[in-house]
Protein backbone atom coordinates (compact mmCIF):
# COMPACT_ATOMS: atom_id res chain seq x y z
CA UNK A 1 0.00 0.00 0.00
CA UNK A 2 2.63 2.27 0.83
CA UNK A 3 4.73 2.19 -2.62
CA UNK A 4 1.37 2.02 -4.63
CA UNK A 5 -0.13 5.15 -2.86
CA UNK A 6 1.82 8.42 -3.59
CA UNK A 7 3.39 10.90 -0.64
CA UNK A 8 0.50 13.27 -1.51
CA UNK A 9 -1.94 11.43 -0.91
CA UNK A 10 -0.80 10.26 2.31
CA UNK A 11 -0.25 14.28 3.19
CA UNK A 12 -4.03 14.59 2.04
CA UNK A 13 -5.00 11.18 4.44
CA UNK A 14 -3.42 13.13 7.28
CA UNK A 15 -5.17 15.99 6.50
CA UNK A 16 -8.65 14.57 6.34
CA UNK A 17 -7.74 12.09 9.55
CA UNK A 18 -6.74 15.57 11.67
CA UNK A 19 -9.75 17.58 10.42
CA UNK A 20 -12.07 14.44 11.55
CA UNK A 21 -10.18 14.64 14.96
CA UNK A 22 -10.97 18.74 15.55
CA UNK A 23 -14.46 18.22 15.19
CA UNK A 24 -14.57 15.80 17.96
CA UNK A 25 -13.31 18.84 20.55
CA UNK A 26 -15.80 21.20 18.50
CA UNK A 27 -19.28 19.44 18.77
CA UNK A 28 -19.99 18.86 22.09
CA UNK A 29 -20.87 15.04 22.76
CA UNK A 30 -24.23 13.99 21.48
CA UNK A 31 -24.22 16.73 18.85
CA UNK A 32 -24.57 14.30 15.86
CA UNK A 33 -27.42 12.25 14.61
CA UNK A 34 -28.95 9.81 16.98
CA UNK A 35 -25.40 9.62 18.77
CA UNK A 36 -26.77 9.27 22.40
CA UNK A 37 -28.54 6.15 20.74
CA UNK A 38 -25.72 4.79 18.76
CA UNK A 39 -22.89 4.90 22.26
CA UNK A 40 -25.89 3.59 24.24
CA UNK A 41 -26.16 0.73 22.00
CA UNK A 42 -22.38 -0.20 22.47
CA UNK A 43 -22.54 0.16 26.15
CA UNK A 44 -24.98 -1.98 26.55
CA UNK A 45 -23.63 -4.73 23.80
CA UNK A 46 -20.27 -4.12 26.28
CA UNK A 47 -21.79 -4.90 29.11
CA UNK A 48 -24.43 -7.82 27.48
CA UNK A 49 -27.51 -6.48 27.96
CA UNK A 50 -27.19 -6.54 24.07
CA UNK A 51 -26.12 -9.71 23.23
CA UNK A 52 -27.57 -11.75 21.96
CA UNK A 53 -29.82 -9.12 20.02
CA UNK A 54 -32.37 -8.02 21.60
CA UNK A 55 -36.37 -8.35 19.64
CA UNK A 56 -37.78 -5.17 18.25
CA UNK A 57 -39.81 -2.91 20.88
CA UNK A 58 -37.48 -4.73 24.06
CA UNK A 59 -34.51 -2.86 24.32
CA UNK A 60 -33.95 0.72 26.37
CA UNK A 61 -32.13 3.85 26.35
CA UNK A 62 -30.06 3.56 29.51
CA UNK A 63 -29.95 6.39 32.46
CA UNK A 64 -25.86 5.65 32.42
CA UNK A 65 -25.51 7.03 29.08
CA UNK A 66 -26.59 10.77 30.24
CA UNK A 67 -23.46 10.96 31.94
CA UNK A 68 -21.45 11.21 28.88
CA UNK A 69 -22.68 14.97 27.40
CA UNK A 70 -23.61 18.16 28.79
CA UNK A 71 -25.69 20.27 25.96
CA UNK A 72 -29.31 19.08 24.53
CA UNK A 73 -29.27 15.68 22.66
CA UNK A 74 -32.06 17.34 19.98
CA UNK A 75 -32.73 20.34 18.06
CA UNK A 76 -31.28 23.17 19.94
CA UNK A 77 -33.62 25.91 20.76
CA UNK A 78 -30.89 29.53 20.45
CA UNK A 79 -27.23 29.70 20.49
CA UNK A 80 -25.73 27.83 23.59
CA UNK A 81 -23.06 30.24 24.22
CA UNK A 82 -21.12 27.33 25.58
CA UNK A 83 -17.98 29.60 26.68
CA UNK A 84 -20.34 31.21 29.67
CA UNK A 85 -21.10 28.05 31.50
CA UNK A 86 -19.44 27.17 34.74
CA UNK A 87 -21.34 24.10 35.14
CA UNK A 88 -19.55 21.61 34.06
CA UNK A 89 -17.54 19.11 36.50
CA UNK A 90 -13.36 19.66 36.00
CA UNK A 91 -11.98 16.87 33.46
CA UNK A 92 -11.68 13.63 35.67
CA UNK A 93 -14.16 14.08 37.63
CA UNK A 94 -17.34 14.14 35.47
CA UNK A 95 -19.72 11.39 36.48
CA UNK A 96 -19.11 8.27 35.17
CA UNK A 97 -21.64 5.16 33.39
CA UNK A 98 -22.11 3.40 36.74
CA UNK A 99 -22.93 7.20 38.98
CA UNK A 100 -25.25 8.06 36.45
CA UNK A 101 -27.64 5.00 36.49
CA UNK A 102 -25.86 2.58 34.76
CA UNK A 103 -28.35 0.24 32.94
CA UNK A 104 -31.43 1.41 34.33
CA UNK A 105 -34.02 2.31 31.52
CA UNK A 106 -34.79 6.06 31.01
CA UNK A 107 -37.92 7.23 32.03
CA UNK A 108 -39.53 9.40 28.98
CA UNK A 109 -42.10 12.37 28.96
CA UNK A 110 -44.86 10.45 29.33
CA UNK A 111 -43.46 7.46 32.12
CA UNK A 112 -42.85 5.36 29.74
CA UNK A 113 -39.05 4.11 29.23
CA UNK A 114 -37.12 5.85 26.59
CA UNK A 115 -36.67 3.02 23.62
CA UNK A 116 -33.53 2.68 21.28
CA UNK A 117 -34.94 2.51 17.85
CA UNK A 118 -31.42 1.05 16.15
CA UNK A 119 -32.34 -2.36 17.25
CA UNK A 120 -33.53 -2.28 13.83
CA UNK A 121 -30.02 -2.36 12.29
CA UNK A 122 -27.68 -5.63 12.26
CA UNK A 123 -25.37 -5.93 14.96
CA UNK A 124 -21.93 -5.80 13.42
CA UNK A 125 -20.63 -1.72 14.42
CA UNK A 126 -22.16 -2.23 18.02
CA UNK A 127 -20.14 -5.06 18.45
CA UNK A 128 -16.77 -3.46 17.25
CA UNK A 129 -17.80 -0.51 19.26
CA UNK A 130 -18.52 -2.83 22.43
CA UNK A 131 -14.93 -4.52 21.93
CA UNK A 132 -13.61 -1.25 22.05
CA UNK A 133 -15.47 -0.50 25.03
CA UNK A 134 -13.87 -3.36 26.98
CA UNK A 135 -10.70 -2.80 25.77
CA UNK A 136 -10.83 -0.28 29.20
CA UNK A 137 -10.28 -0.95 32.13
CA UNK A 138 -13.41 0.02 33.95
CA UNK A 139 -15.12 1.76 31.99
CA UNK A 140 -18.25 1.86 33.39
CA UNK A 141 -16.52 3.92 36.65
CA UNK A 142 -14.55 5.83 33.90
CA UNK A 143 -15.82 9.25 33.13
CA UNK A 144 -18.07 8.65 30.01
CA UNK A 145 -17.32 11.61 28.61
CA UNK A 146 -13.71 10.51 28.08
CA UNK A 147 -15.15 6.90 26.89
CA UNK A 148 -17.50 8.85 24.58
CA UNK A 149 -14.81 10.32 23.13
CA UNK A 150 -12.43 7.23 22.49
CA UNK A 151 -15.54 5.58 20.59
CA UNK A 152 -15.31 9.08 18.45
CA UNK A 153 -11.52 8.46 18.10
CA UNK A 154 -12.13 5.00 16.73
CA UNK A 155 -14.34 5.97 14.18
CA UNK A 156 -12.11 9.20 12.86
CA UNK A 157 -9.64 6.36 12.89
CA UNK A 158 -11.90 4.18 11.11
CA UNK A 159 -12.92 6.47 8.11
CA UNK A 160 -9.08 7.46 7.56
CA UNK A 161 -8.58 5.40 4.92
CA UNK A 162 -11.17 7.02 2.38
CA UNK A 163 -8.97 9.29 0.54
CA UNK A 164 -6.55 6.18 -0.27
CA UNK A 165 -9.50 4.32 -1.68
CA UNK A 166 -10.26 7.22 -3.61
CA UNK A 167 -7.33 7.76 -5.03
CA UNK A 168 -7.12 3.66 -5.78
CA UNK A 169 -10.81 3.53 -7.63
CA UNK A 170 -9.70 6.62 -10.03
CA UNK A 171 -6.43 5.36 -10.81
CA UNK A 172 -7.97 1.64 -11.37
CA UNK A 173 -10.41 3.39 -13.56
CA UNK A 174 -7.36 4.98 -15.88
CA UNK A 175 -7.78 8.97 -14.68
CA UNK A 176 -5.36 10.32 -15.98
CA UNK A 177 -2.97 12.10 -13.56
CA UNK A 178 -3.37 13.90 -11.46
CA UNK A 179 -6.99 12.95 -11.06
CA UNK A 180 -6.61 10.28 -8.82
CA UNK A 181 -4.69 12.83 -6.38
CA UNK A 182 -7.58 15.36 -7.29
CA UNK A 183 -10.31 12.05 -5.94
CA UNK A 184 -8.43 11.68 -3.52
CA UNK A 185 -8.79 14.92 -2.00
CA UNK A 186 -12.73 15.24 -2.12
CA UNK A 187 -13.96 14.29 1.13
CA UNK A 188 -12.00 17.21 2.58
CA UNK A 189 -14.47 19.62 0.27
CA UNK A 190 -18.10 17.91 2.61
CA UNK A 191 -17.54 19.20 6.27
CA UNK A 192 -20.81 17.45 6.77
CA UNK A 193 -18.78 13.70 5.86
CA UNK A 194 -16.24 14.69 8.35
CA UNK A 195 -18.45 15.65 10.90
CA UNK A 196 -20.56 12.34 10.80
CA UNK A 197 -16.75 10.29 10.51
CA UNK A 198 -15.99 12.16 13.69
CA UNK A 199 -18.91 10.94 15.67
CA UNK A 200 -20.15 7.45 16.94
CA UNK A 201 -22.47 6.44 14.33
CA UNK A 202 -22.61 3.31 12.43
CA UNK A 203 -23.02 4.92 8.56
CA UNK A 204 -18.97 5.18 9.44
CA UNK A 205 -18.60 1.22 9.04
CA UNK A 206 -20.98 1.08 6.13
CA UNK A 207 -19.13 4.58 4.29
CA UNK A 208 -15.81 2.13 4.57
CA UNK A 209 -16.90 -1.14 3.20
CA UNK A 210 -19.05 0.81 0.31
CA UNK A 211 -15.95 2.30 -0.68
CA UNK A 212 -14.01 -0.53 -0.68
CA UNK A 213 -16.84 -2.24 -2.66
CA UNK A 214 -16.46 0.22 -5.20
CA UNK A 215 -13.07 -0.15 -5.67
CA UNK A 216 -13.55 -3.48 -6.55
CA UNK A 217 -16.57 -2.59 -8.45
CA UNK A 218 -14.06 -0.38 -10.00
CA UNK A 219 -12.20 -3.77 -11.14
CA UNK A 220 -14.72 -5.50 -12.50
CA UNK A 221 -15.52 -2.99 -14.98
CA UNK A 222 -11.98 -2.38 -15.99
CA UNK A 223 -11.70 -6.52 -16.14
CA UNK A 224 -11.15 -8.09 -13.34
CA UNK A 225 -13.23 -10.59 -13.62
CA UNK A 226 -11.21 -13.31 -11.13
CA UNK A 227 -12.90 -15.42 -8.97
CA UNK A 228 -10.75 -13.68 -6.38
CA UNK A 229 -12.15 -10.20 -6.91
CA UNK A 230 -15.60 -11.75 -6.84
CA UNK A 231 -14.84 -13.46 -3.36
CA UNK A 232 -13.62 -10.31 -2.00
CA UNK A 233 -16.40 -8.00 -3.56
CA UNK A 234 -19.04 -10.67 -2.05
CA UNK A 235 -17.20 -10.89 1.39
CA UNK A 236 -17.01 -6.93 1.51
CA UNK A 237 -20.99 -6.91 0.86
CA UNK A 238 -21.28 -9.35 3.54
CA UNK A 239 -19.85 -7.00 6.39
CA UNK A 240 -22.02 -4.08 4.64
CA UNK A 241 -25.52 -6.33 5.53
CA UNK A 242 -24.49 -7.26 8.61
CA UNK A 243 -24.26 -3.39 9.34
CA UNK A 244 -27.11 -1.50 8.05
CA UNK A 245 -30.50 -1.58 5.81
CA UNK A 246 -29.07 0.55 3.08
CA UNK A 247 -26.49 -2.76 1.89
CA UNK A 248 -29.82 -4.34 0.74
CA UNK A 249 -29.13 -2.59 -2.51
CA UNK A 250 -25.58 -4.15 -2.97
CA UNK A 251 -26.56 -7.20 -4.52
CA UNK A 252 -28.25 -5.43 -7.22
CA UNK A 253 -25.16 -3.18 -8.06
CA UNK A 254 -22.98 -5.92 -8.35
CA UNK A 255 -25.31 -7.68 -10.65
CA UNK A 256 -24.82 -4.51 -12.52
CA UNK A 257 -21.08 -3.99 -12.67
CA UNK A 258 -20.70 -8.01 -13.52
CA UNK A 259 -23.69 -7.41 -16.43
CA UNK A 260 -21.77 -4.50 -18.03
CA UNK A 261 -18.24 -6.22 -17.47
CA UNK A 262 -19.25 -9.27 -19.39
CA UNK A 263 -20.72 -7.48 -22.42
CA UNK A 264 -17.68 -4.89 -22.43
CA UNK A 265 -15.11 -7.02 -21.96
CA UNK A 266 -16.63 -9.98 -23.86
CA UNK A 267 -16.29 -12.20 -21.38
CA UNK A 268 -19.51 -13.59 -20.27
CA UNK A 269 -18.86 -16.93 -18.93
CA UNK A 270 -15.85 -15.12 -16.52
CA UNK A 271 -18.72 -12.51 -15.68
CA UNK A 272 -21.17 -15.14 -14.54
CA UNK A 273 -18.45 -17.30 -12.77
CA UNK A 274 -17.65 -14.07 -10.86
CA UNK A 275 -20.91 -13.03 -10.15
CA UNK A 276 -22.07 -16.49 -8.75
CA UNK A 277 -18.84 -16.53 -6.64
CA UNK A 278 -19.88 -12.62 -4.77
CA UNK A 279 -23.06 -14.11 -4.68
CA UNK A 280 -21.86 -16.84 -2.26
CA UNK A 281 -19.63 -15.04 -0.26
CA UNK A 282 -22.46 -12.03 0.48
CA UNK A 283 -24.71 -15.23 2.27
CA UNK A 284 -23.60 -15.01 5.39
CA UNK A 285 -24.81 -10.84 5.60
CA UNK A 286 -28.09 -11.67 3.65
CA UNK A 287 -28.62 -14.72 6.38
CA UNK A 288 -29.48 -11.72 8.71
CA UNK A 289 -32.12 -10.35 6.44
CA UNK A 290 -33.78 -13.45 5.66
CA UNK A 291 -33.50 -14.48 10.00
CA UNK A 292 -35.50 -11.15 9.69
CA UNK A 293 -38.19 -11.91 7.47
CA UNK A 294 -38.59 -15.76 8.98
CA UNK A 295 -38.70 -14.61 12.95
CA UNK A 296 -40.49 -10.93 12.87
CA UNK A 297 -42.83 -11.04 9.10
CA UNK A 298 -40.60 -8.39 7.62
CA UNK A 299 -37.07 -7.46 6.38
CA UNK A 300 -36.16 -4.27 8.49
CA UNK A 301 -38.42 -4.73 12.00
CA UNK A 302 -39.20 -1.55 13.93
CA UNK A 303 -36.61 -0.48 16.56
CA UNK A 304 -39.27 0.75 19.01
CA UNK A 305 -42.33 -1.89 18.80
CA UNK A 306 -42.73 -5.09 18.88
CA UNK A 307 -45.57 -4.75 15.67
CA UNK A 308 -44.37 -2.53 12.93
CA UNK A 309 -46.52 0.46 13.02
CA UNK A 310 -49.38 1.07 10.67
CA UNK A 311 -48.39 2.84 7.65
CA UNK A 312 -51.99 3.26 6.09
CA UNK A 313 -52.04 6.14 3.77
CA UNK A 314 -54.25 9.02 5.14
CA UNK A 315 -52.37 12.10 3.71
CA UNK A 316 -51.70 12.30 -0.40
CA UNK A 317 -50.46 14.51 -2.43
CA UNK A 318 -52.96 17.28 -2.52
CA UNK A 319 -52.12 17.40 1.50
CA UNK A 320 -48.78 18.55 1.12
CA UNK A 321 -46.74 16.82 -1.31
CA UNK A 322 -45.18 19.87 -2.73
CA UNK A 323 -44.05 20.87 0.51
CA UNK A 324 -42.67 17.71 1.59
CA UNK A 325 -40.94 17.68 -1.91
CA UNK A 326 -39.27 20.76 -1.79
CA UNK A 327 -38.37 20.17 2.12
CA UNK A 328 -36.42 16.76 1.28
CA UNK A 329 -34.85 17.85 -1.93
CA UNK A 330 -33.51 21.17 0.27
CA UNK A 331 -32.31 18.35 3.49
CA UNK A 332 -30.45 16.05 1.16
CA UNK A 333 -28.81 18.40 -0.25
CA UNK A 334 -27.83 20.59 2.76
CA UNK A 335 -27.20 17.78 5.20
CA UNK A 336 -25.12 16.41 3.02
CA UNK A 337 -22.36 19.07 2.62
CA UNK A 338 -23.29 20.42 5.83
CA UNK A 339 -25.28 20.90 8.96
CA UNK A 340 -27.39 23.45 10.55
CA UNK A 341 -27.78 21.81 13.69
CA UNK A 342 -30.21 23.66 15.08
CA UNK A 343 -32.52 22.86 12.23
CA UNK A 344 -33.26 26.22 11.49
CA UNK A 345 -33.04 25.77 8.19
CA UNK A 346 -31.23 29.33 8.07
CA UNK A 347 -29.72 30.78 4.83
CA UNK A 348 -26.35 30.97 6.63
CA UNK A 349 -22.56 31.21 5.32
CA UNK A 350 -22.81 27.08 4.99
CA UNK A 351 -25.88 26.82 3.24
CA UNK A 352 -24.87 28.33 0.25
CA UNK A 353 -21.70 27.20 0.15
CA UNK A 354 -23.57 23.64 0.02
CA UNK A 355 -24.72 24.93 -3.49
CA UNK A 356 -21.29 26.11 -4.78
CA UNK A 357 -20.29 22.89 -4.54
CA UNK A 358 -23.36 21.47 -5.82
CA UNK A 359 -23.06 23.11 -8.78
CA UNK A 360 -19.67 22.56 -9.22
CA UNK A 361 -19.97 18.74 -8.46
CA UNK A 362 -23.07 18.73 -11.00
CA UNK A 363 -21.13 20.19 -13.44
CA UNK A 364 -18.10 17.61 -12.96
CA UNK A 365 -20.67 14.69 -13.60
CA UNK A 366 -22.67 15.72 -16.38
CA UNK A 367 -18.92 17.12 -18.50
CA UNK A 368 -17.99 13.10 -17.33
CA UNK A 369 -21.16 11.74 -19.22
CA UNK A 370 -21.18 13.73 -21.97
CA UNK A 371 -17.55 14.19 -22.55
CA UNK A 372 -16.64 10.46 -21.65
CA UNK A 373 -14.13 10.96 -18.84
CA UNK A 374 -14.85 7.31 -18.08
CA UNK A 375 -16.84 4.94 -20.34
CA UNK A 376 -20.75 5.83 -19.95
CA UNK A 377 -21.85 2.36 -18.79
CA UNK A 378 -19.27 2.61 -16.07
CA UNK A 379 -19.83 6.21 -15.16
CA UNK A 380 -23.72 4.69 -14.60
CA UNK A 381 -22.57 1.92 -12.89
CA UNK A 382 -20.11 3.86 -10.52
CA UNK A 383 -23.18 6.23 -9.87
CA UNK A 384 -25.48 3.51 -9.32
CA UNK A 385 -26.10 4.02 -5.54
CA UNK A 386 -26.60 7.50 -5.42
CA UNK A 387 -30.52 7.35 -7.03
CA UNK A 388 -30.90 3.87 -4.99
CA UNK A 389 -30.28 5.22 -2.02
CA UNK A 390 -32.01 8.48 -2.32
CA UNK A 391 -35.06 6.60 -3.57
CA UNK A 392 -35.22 4.30 -0.52
CA UNK A 393 -34.69 7.29 1.70
CA UNK A 394 -37.41 9.11 -0.48
CA UNK A 395 -40.19 5.99 -0.31
CA UNK A 396 -39.86 5.86 3.50
CA UNK A 397 -39.70 9.32 4.26
CA UNK A 398 -43.03 8.98 2.39
CA UNK A 399 -44.53 6.67 3.78
CA UNK A 400 -44.00 8.90 7.12
CA UNK A 401 -45.85 11.89 5.73
CA UNK A 402 -48.57 9.64 3.87
CA UNK A 403 -49.45 8.10 7.13
CA UNK A 404 -48.88 10.92 9.65
CA UNK A 405 -48.59 14.08 7.76
CA UNK A 406 -45.00 14.50 8.66
CA UNK A 407 -43.15 16.63 6.14
CA UNK A 408 -39.63 16.55 7.47
CA UNK A 409 -39.36 12.49 8.20
CA UNK A 410 -35.79 10.27 7.65
CA UNK A 411 -34.64 13.63 5.32
CA UNK A 412 -30.55 13.23 5.85
CA UNK A 413 -28.29 14.22 3.41
CA UNK A 414 -26.00 11.47 5.18
CA UNK A 415 -27.71 8.56 3.85
CA UNK A 416 -26.07 9.39 0.45
CA UNK A 417 -22.38 8.96 1.99
CA UNK A 418 -22.13 5.36 1.11
CA UNK A 419 -22.24 6.20 -2.36
CA UNK A 420 -19.25 8.98 -1.96
CA UNK A 421 -16.61 7.60 -3.87
CA UNK A 422 -18.12 6.61 -6.89
CA UNK A 423 -20.46 10.44 -7.02
CA UNK A 424 -16.60 11.84 -7.00
CA UNK A 425 -14.66 9.87 -9.16
CA UNK A 426 -17.30 10.25 -11.63
CA UNK A 427 -17.13 14.26 -11.07
CA UNK A 428 -13.53 14.26 -11.01
CA UNK A 429 -13.12 12.17 -14.66
CA UNK A 430 -15.51 15.45 -15.99
CA UNK A 431 -12.07 17.17 -15.72
CA UNK A 432 -11.19 15.78 -19.32
CA UNK A 433 -12.83 18.16 -20.79
CA UNK A 434 -10.05 20.99 -19.45
CA UNK A 435 -6.40 21.44 -21.07
CA UNK A 436 -4.33 18.98 -19.92
CA UNK A 437 -2.27 21.91 -18.65
CA UNK A 438 -4.95 23.46 -16.41
CA UNK A 439 -5.90 20.23 -15.11
CA UNK A 440 -2.40 21.00 -12.83
CA UNK A 441 -4.78 23.56 -11.18
CA UNK A 442 -7.72 21.79 -9.85
CA UNK A 443 -5.99 20.26 -6.51
CA UNK A 444 -5.43 23.76 -5.46
CA UNK A 445 -8.53 25.15 -6.85
CA UNK A 446 -10.40 22.24 -4.79
CA UNK A 447 -8.54 23.10 -1.56
CA UNK A 448 -9.35 26.51 -1.73
CA UNK A 449 -12.81 25.36 -2.64
CA UNK A 450 -12.68 22.94 0.71
CA UNK A 451 -10.84 26.12 2.91
CA UNK A 452 -13.78 28.42 1.99
CA UNK A 453 -16.93 25.51 3.06
CA UNK A 454 -14.78 24.84 6.08
CA UNK A 455 -14.74 28.58 6.94
CA UNK A 456 -18.50 28.91 6.20
CA UNK A 457 -19.09 25.95 8.51
CA UNK A 458 -17.20 26.09 11.06
CA UNK A 459 -18.19 29.74 11.41
CA UNK A 460 -21.98 28.58 11.76
CA UNK A 461 -20.54 25.96 14.52
CA UNK A 462 -18.80 28.10 16.58
CA UNK A 463 -21.80 31.09 16.18
CA UNK A 464 -24.21 28.36 17.81
CA UNK A 465 -22.13 26.35 20.48
CA UNK A 466 -19.04 28.20 21.50
CA UNK A 467 -19.13 31.99 21.65
CA UNK A 468 -19.96 33.87 24.31
CA UNK A 469 -22.85 36.08 24.27
CA UNK A 470 -20.76 39.07 24.08
CA UNK A 471 -19.82 37.85 20.46
CA UNK A 472 -16.78 37.50 18.50
CA UNK A 473 -14.68 39.62 21.30
CA UNK A 474 -14.98 36.60 23.20
CA UNK A 475 -12.92 34.16 20.73
CA UNK A 476 -9.87 33.56 23.00
CA UNK A 477 -12.87 32.18 25.79
CA UNK A 478 -14.68 29.67 23.54
CA UNK A 479 -11.05 28.40 22.76
CA UNK A 480 -10.73 28.02 26.56
CA UNK A 481 -14.01 26.10 26.97
CA UNK A 482 -13.60 23.97 24.07
CA UNK A 483 -9.72 22.85 25.89
CA UNK A 484 -11.92 22.56 29.58
CA UNK A 485 -14.77 20.58 28.39
CA UNK A 486 -12.58 18.25 25.89
CA UNK A 487 -12.01 14.90 27.75
CA UNK A 488 -8.63 14.50 27.18
CA UNK A 489 -5.77 16.65 28.08
CA UNK A 490 -5.73 19.41 25.44
CA UNK A 491 -1.96 18.86 24.74
CA UNK A 492 -3.33 15.88 22.57
CA UNK A 493 -5.01 17.73 20.91
CA UNK A 494 -2.34 20.25 20.65
CA UNK A 495 -0.12 17.78 19.06
CA UNK A 496 -2.83 16.62 16.48
CA UNK A 497 -3.81 19.99 15.48
CA UNK A 498 -0.09 20.67 14.82
CA UNK A 499 0.73 17.59 12.97
CA UNK A 500 -1.90 18.33 10.90
CA UNK A 501 -0.86 22.25 10.30
CA UNK A 502 2.57 20.38 9.50
CA UNK A 503 1.26 18.07 6.80
CA UNK A 504 -1.35 20.75 5.57
CA UNK A 505 2.18 23.13 4.78
CA UNK A 506 3.55 19.83 2.72
CA UNK A 507 0.46 19.30 0.80
CA UNK A 508 0.01 23.19 0.18
CA UNK A 509 3.85 23.11 -1.04
CA UNK A 510 3.62 20.30 -3.60
CA UNK A 511 0.18 20.95 -4.51
CA UNK A 512 1.63 24.55 -5.58
CA UNK A 513 4.93 23.61 -7.17
CA UNK A 514 3.36 20.74 -9.32
CA UNK A 515 0.70 23.69 -10.73
CA UNK A 516 3.74 25.84 -11.47
CA UNK A 517 6.08 23.81 -12.72
CA UNK A 518 6.70 24.05 -16.67
CA UNK A 519 4.24 21.61 -18.44
CA UNK A 520 6.44 18.66 -19.93
CA UNK A 521 7.17 18.35 -23.45
CA UNK A 522 4.63 15.29 -23.32
CA UNK A 523 1.55 17.50 -21.75
CA UNK A 524 2.49 20.27 -24.27
CA UNK A 525 2.13 17.78 -27.25
CA UNK A 526 -1.40 16.38 -25.39
CA UNK A 527 -2.36 20.31 -25.41
CA UNK A 528 -1.73 20.98 -28.90
CA UNK A 529 -3.42 17.56 -29.84
CA UNK A 530 -6.95 18.45 -27.94
Not at 195 to 214: G, K, M, R
Not at 295 to 311: K, N, R, S, V, W
Not at 340 to 368: E, F, N, Q, T, Y
Not at 399 to 407: P, R, S, V
Amino acid sequence: MRRAVPTVVWLIAAVHLVVALAQTAVFPNARSPDERQQVDLVLQVAQGDAWPWPDPGTAFVTEGVDAGFFVPTDRLPERQHLADRDDVPARGERPSYADAGGATPLDGPVDEPVYNQLIQHPPLYYLLGGAVVSLIPGWADQPLDAVWMVLRWGNALLTAVLPILLFLTARRLGLASPLPVVAAATPLVVPELMHIESSVNNDNLLIVLFAAATYLVARVLTGDLRWRTGAALGAVTSLALLTKGFALLMPAWIVLAYVVAGVRERRRADAVRGLLVAGAASVPGALWWLRNKLEYGTIQPHGTHAEPPDLTAVYGWSDGGWDWLSRFAERMVTLFFVNDHDSSRSLDPSWWMARVALVVLLAGIAVALARRGLPRPAALVLLFPIPALAGIVARGSWEQFAAFGDTAAAQQGRYLFPGFVGLMVVAVAGAVALPVAWRRWLLPGLLALAVAMHAAFWHDVWTLYWLPADGIGGLWRAVEAIAFWYPFPPVLLGVVLVAGLVAAGFLVRWTVREAAAPAAPVEREKELVA
